[in-house]
Nanobody
Framework: QVQLVESGGGLVQAGASLRLSCAASGRSFSTNTMGWFRQAPGKEREFVAA????????YYADSVKGRFTISRDNAKNTLYLQMNSLKPEGTAVYYCAASELRLGMTSYSDKNYAYWGQGTQVTVSS
């Protein structure tokens, strides 16, 4: 079992930055591929970013590429999402998730993540 707790959300203006954190506890954090997903009101949950077990490789959704950076600190059992140049369409609940699968094409689908946090709200005003 892995327990995940997100933090760092809030209300910001367009163009601002936020850093989300996800604290993990339970079985070894470093064995999991980790991902960030988001769900806007009335929309399906969508992939944002994923990172491999050792942090060397990351995948991003096209909509956030170049603005968001996913990272992890295995010594602190923490996952991060640095979000720069935020846009109003980025308003959503952001979730971190853990997958027992290695980073790959499966990392883009929320169906391949076994553990989820409760989410943190990010609101970007125009």
């Amino acid at each position: 079992q892995v327990q995940l707790v997100e933090s760092g959300g809030g209300l910001v203006q367009a163009g601002a930055s936020l850093r989300l954190s996800c604290a993990a506890s339970g079985r070894s954090f470093s064995t999991n591929t980790m991902g960030w997903f988001r769900q806007a009101p009335g929309k399906e949950r969508e992939f944002v970013a994923a990172i491999g077990r050792f942090g060397g490789t990351a995948y991003y959704a096209d909509s956030v590429k170049g603005r968001f950076t996913i990272s992890r600190d295995n010594a602190k059992n923490t996952l991060y999402l640095q979000m720069n140049s935020l846009k109003p369409e980025g308003t959503a609940v952001y979730y971190c998730a853990a997958s027992e699968l290695r980073l790959g094409m499966t990392s883009y689908s929320d169906k391949n993540y076994a553990y989820w946090g409760q989410g943190t709200q990010v609101t970007v005003s125009s």
